[in-house]
């Protein structure tokens, strides 16, 4: 068996005026994230993990740890894709299902965070934090009007409702980042600390609370807060408080026409026309949000013809078909969006998301061929990771998927005819080149397995003749002609106490099977005498061969099986009576057979 050993890349610069550095194992950034991540430093954990990942991107569990900092941190997008691919890596691995449910449910997509977690639970029904996660989402779904709907909570309705009147909050609210962490808060009110952590929100909360900025702030403390209305005053409050806001939301207006006039007329139409499309794409995005499909694409609709040069309103349109399973249109507009991006020098990125896209629609499709090809060319726009993992998982996909195609059982039987052929002419090579092809066409077929392994034997290719052998085995555990053979290279290899295990498995299936009976004849004989025959060295040799099989190992390390070889020596009567055990006996047995220990 190949084995892969792991080393320590280590670089070092040799600038004084730089710090030198060691890039150390993946399963030390794990451990480093790990620690980094109990200690609320979401940042460094996603740092640590991506490094993990650097090092080793097939290991599931960076992936899942580095979607659980993701969500800490407030970023569930990036949550999502890293429980993706986790689950793409391992879909036996319960806790990828858990990650994928989570990020969709602090992205509100109640029905998707459902099937996430259905979908984990039908692989895993008795997994706690599958179900907990479940019932969590159902609530949720059931109640969206809980913590942040009514009064309670930092960011409920009402005060959403008065911060969007306000000039100084709204710029933050039309910030995704800023909603990302808003919407993290409203679901889970403890997570206020942690999304405190960022400059941004910060300053966004300072302003919330009437601080100001931070150049703003004042030396002096803040005045007491007002008592509150009588219910006698609080009509007239209430009727001046939209009065100020009627009066601010003038000032705005004011200000905009101020500095529009600053502009030639057709400058000010062209601002203009990129405002209302930009306001009609807002639109369309609260209409996706609440899964009202049609009506986005309409809003979408109305912003391309209010500014054609953007090439976002047509992405946001192929992610409505998208959603909609709607393949072939999304990825046309996907397309007519790069092409729009292009003409209009729109960014790198914005034209490798559309491309990205593009490929998730052919994946969907089952075009594995066009989901890669349009994979590598948004890597050429600009080179995402998340990207780059859907393209290896896109690249797995395939390789599986030509590899199930050529399957197929009449031309594996057809192989398998000229392979005999080859065999009784001792055409040894071409023997084993048409069992192979017919391995490859019916991977699943032990016969010709035994077959491959037989004439692998006649090369003298032990190793792939027991790798093929044991296939054999593994797809039907009652081939009697499969274990014969385990046995006859078993004994080739002089691991006799393995061939004397398979024979025995043998004949128990089929207490007639004359190879079977011979060559546990055979392997007996060897065990008894063939030792006399060894020199010291071969005996050794046979020893240290048998040392690596871990049974034998296991068998050493028994506490019992230790007592009674110390008993052999100074108390042969207690030797005696444990042999009298078959559990014992049959280990003390192996051990004779494999040659580790001689009897005189």
């Not at 009437?210 to 030396?219: I, L, V």
């Not at 996706?288 to 109305?302: R, T, W």
């Not at 397995?449 to 593994?474: P, T, V, Y």
Request: one cysteine or more; hydrophobic letters at 35%; charged letters at 30%.
């Amino acid at each position: 068996d190949a084995r892969r050993t792991t080393h320590d890349a280590r670089r070092t610069t040799k600038d004084p005026g730089i710090e030198s550095w060691t890039m150390t194992s993946a399963d030390e950034y794990k451990a480093a994230g790990n620690k980094a991540l109990q200690a609320g430093n979401t940042s460094e954990a996603i740092e640590q993990y991506t490094k993990a990942i650097n090092a080793d991107g097939s290991n599931h569990v960076y992936y899942s740890n580095r979607s659980a900092a993701y969500l800490k941190q407030g970023d569930a997008n990036n949550a999502l894709e890293d429980a993706q691919a986790c689950i793409g890596l391992n879909p036996a691995f319960a806790k990828g299902y858990s990650r994928k449910g989570a990020a969709l449910h602090a992205l509100k997509r109640f029905n998707d965070s459902v099937a996430a977690y259905n979908e984990g639970l039908a692989k895993f029904p008795s997994d706690a934090g599958l179900a907990k996660g479940l019932a969590d989402v159902k609530r949720e779904k059931d109640n969206p009007t809980g913590a942040s709907a009514g009064g309670g909570g930092i960011f409920s309705s009402q005060m959403m409702a008065q911060m969007a009147l306000d000039p100084r909050l709204r710029p933050y609210l039309n910030d995704p980042e800023v909603m990302a962490k808003i919407q993290l808060v409203q679901q889970n009110q403890s997570m206020l600390p942690t999304v405190m952590s960022d400059p941004k929100m910060m300053e966004f909360f300072g302003l919330m609370m009437g601080k100001g900025t931070a150049d703003e702030a004042e030396e002096s403390s803040p005045p007491p807060p007002p008592p509150p209305p009588s219910a006698e005053s609080a009509a007239s409050n209430a009727e001046a408080s939209k009065k100020e806001e009627a009066e601010k939301a003038e000032a705005d207006q004011m200000e905009v026409e101020e500095d529009l006039s600053q502009l030639s007329p057709e400058e000010r139409k062209k601002v203009e026309a990129q405002k209302a499309a930009n306001a009609k794409k807002l639109e369309g995005n609260e209409y996706y949000k609440a899964k009202q499909l049609e009506k986005a694409l309409a809003a979408y609709d109305e912003a391309i013809a209010a500014d054609p040069t953007n090439m976002t309103f047509l992405s946001n349109k192929a992610a409505v078909y998208f959603t909609q399973k709607k393949w072939d249109t999304c990825i046309e507009d996907c397309l007519k969006a790069v092409e729009v991006g292009k003409a209009n020098k729109a960014p790198f990125e914005d034209r490798a998301k559309a491309l990205t896209r593009c490929a998730k629609a052919y994946q969907k499709k089952k075009n594995l061929e066009k989901a890669i090809e349009y994979c590598n060319l948004a890597q050429l726009e600009s080179f995402d990771r998340g990207t780059q993992r859907l393209l290896k998982t896109l690249e797995l996909e395939k390789r599986k998927a030509d590899k199930l195609a050529y399957q197929d059982d009449e031309k594996a039987e057809e192989a398998k005819q000229r392979g005999n052929e080859h065999f009784r002419t001792k055409n040894w090579a071409e023997a084993v080149k048409e069992y192979e092809e017919a391995v490859k066409r019916a991977p699943k077929n032990a016969a010709i397995r035994n077959n491959l392994s037989a004439a692998l034997c006649k090369i003298m290719d032990f190793s792939g003749a027991k790798r093929e052998i044991e296939q054999a085995i593994d797809l039907d555990p009652t081939y009697v002609k499969a274990w014969a053979r385990k046995g006859d290279i078993e004994t080739v290899m002089k691991e006799y106490h393995k061939a004397l295990e398979s024979y025995k498995k043998g004949l128990a299936l089929d207490n007639t099977n004359a190879t079977c009976k011979q060559g546990l004849q055979k392997v007996t004989a060897l065990i008894s005498y063939g030792r006399q025959s060894m020199t010291e060295e071969q005996k050794k040799e046979q020893a240290a061969h048998a040392m690596d099989d871990p049974d034998i190992r296991n068998i050493l390390t028994d506490p019992v099986i230790q007592q009674v070889l110390r008993d052999f020596s100074e108390n042969p009567n207690a030797a005696q009576q444990a042999m009298m055990d078959g559990g014992v006996r049959a280990k003390i047995e192996k051990l004779i057979a494999a040659g580790v220990i001689e009897t005189r």
